[in-house]
């Protein structure tokens, strides 16, 4: 289990995707979650997400500490886990965004018959470098790297749910433009990932692209690592690139 949180929908579209049907793959997406409940292994935060209303698609599920050490045992570098908490809606709904990605990705995947060669969440995708004599860490959402018939594509993947500052995720992004010019990831993937902000709507794409553009600590070439885009547009970039986004852009204006 690579996502700290996963709904019960997101778990049946991971896992139960030979089912006759929807109805039956979540049956049995409950069925297993009940199970692994009851050895101990996985859990239901107290929060729901739709409420009672919703059913069991509501319920959010995560590892115990018997389920994540369990998943350990063979792992050569175990990290230690950090204590287990009821989160807050903000960083629950941010990681469930996140976790809802990291299956969107397979499915487009699935879908287009691409290679996911590689898919990694944080902690994992975190980046270390130095910055001015002391250490420094980039942390992305999501790193990801797909294949086609023609290309191999690197990503950073950030999900941006409109609750920081633009100001705030600018930061960011001058982040990555100072992780960049280290050379550490060219030097280990031989290119630098295009960098995709994912959010929630028109107003907020306009408005973060607007501030990048005009950021001018970002030099003209370094803003072309990022892209701004719509949640829906994902499999339109993963599967034809930057160049199908444009041309589907340009048809529809």
């Known amino acids: ?79 230690k886990r950090k204590r287990s ?43 270390d470098y130095t910055e001015n004599s ?11 790297v797909t294949q086609n018939d023609r290309f191999q594509d690197n990503w950073c993947i950030e999900v941006d749910c409109g609750t920081e500052s633009l100001n705030k995720v600018l930061e960011k992004c ?16 031989e290119v630098f990932p295009l960098v995709v902000y994912l959010v929630a709507n028109e107003n907020r794409k306009n408005a973060l692209c607007r501030y990048i553009a005009d950021c001018r600590e970002i030099p003209e070439p370094s803003k072309n690592i990022f892209i701004v885009i719509l949640q829906e547009e994902l499999e339109t970039l993963i599967y034809g690139g930057v160049t199908a986004l444009t041309e589907k852009e340009r048809s529809a204006a």
């Open 1 to 79: 289990m690579q996502c700290r949180y996963l709904l019960t929908g997101q778990i049946r579209r991971l896992h139960f995707t030979d089912s006759a049907n929807p109805a039956a793959g979540l049956r049995a997406t409950n069925a297993g979650t009940a199970k692994l409940k009851g050895y101990g292994l996985i859990e239901p935060l107290d929060r729901r997400i739709g409420g009672m209303r919703a059913g069991s698609h509501s319920y959010v599920w995560t590892l115990t500490e018997s389920g994540f050490r369990l998943l350990n045992l063979n792992s050569a570098d175990f990290i």
């Open 85 to 127: 908490f009821e989160p807050s809606v903000s960083f629950l709904n941010h990681t469930l965004g996140v976790s809802e990605i990291f299956v969107r990705l397979k499915e487009i995947c699935g879908g287009y018959q691409l290679e996911l060669i590689q898919l990694e969440l944080e902690p994992t995708c975190w980046r």
């Open 134 to 144: 002391k250490s420094a860490t980039l942390k992305p959402d999501l790193f990801a």
């Open 174 to 189: 001058r982040r990555y433009v100072r992780y960049r010019n280290t050379g550490i990831e060219q030097k280990k993937h």
